[in-house]
């Protein structure tokens, strides 16, 4: 059984970082593509980043890039994202995320596109 639990959210001022994780259980992830995606109220999912577990390919929201970094640990079998100088518009409930096709990770920022999902953490800025 697939498990992710995110973890690290939190009430921040504009500016600040804050980092979350994402800790995937259940199976082995190497042909996986992992993503983040956040929600407000009344939205869709939108995607933030992904990254392919083996290789490391990245790829991001035009609205985070420069600001967010994602990354995975192979050993811990966890996935990171990194945000910083975060804007209020960054709050949100952020969702990790595992697909599993085998498509260009450019064209995997759906979130009909990813299988299992993290319960959700939230991130709050404020101004």
């Known amino acids: 059984q697939v498990q992710l639990v995110e973890s690290g959210g939190g009430l921040v001022q504009a500016g600040d970082s804050l980092r979350l994780s994402c800790a995937a259980s259940?199976?082995?992830?190497?042909?996986?593509?992992m993503g983040w995606f956040r929600q407000t109220p009344g939205k869709e999912r939108e995607f933030v980043a992904a990254i392919k577990w083996i290789g490391g390919t990245t790829y991001y929201a035009d609205s985070v890039k420069g600001r967010f970094t994602i990354s995975r640990d192979n050993a811990k079998n966890t996935l990171y994202l990194q945000m910083n100088r975060l804007k209020p518009e960054d709050t949100a409930v952020y969702y990790c995320?595992?697909?599993?096709?085998?498509?260009?990770?450019?064209?995997?920022?759906?979130?009909?596109?990813?299988?299992?999902w993290g319960q959700g953490t939230q991130v709050t800025v404020s101004s």
């Open positions: 995320a595992a697909s599993r096709k085998q498509q260009s990770i450019v064209l995997l920022t759906s979130m009909w596109d990813y299988d299992y």
């Open positions: 259940g199976r082995t992830f190497s042909t996986y593509t």
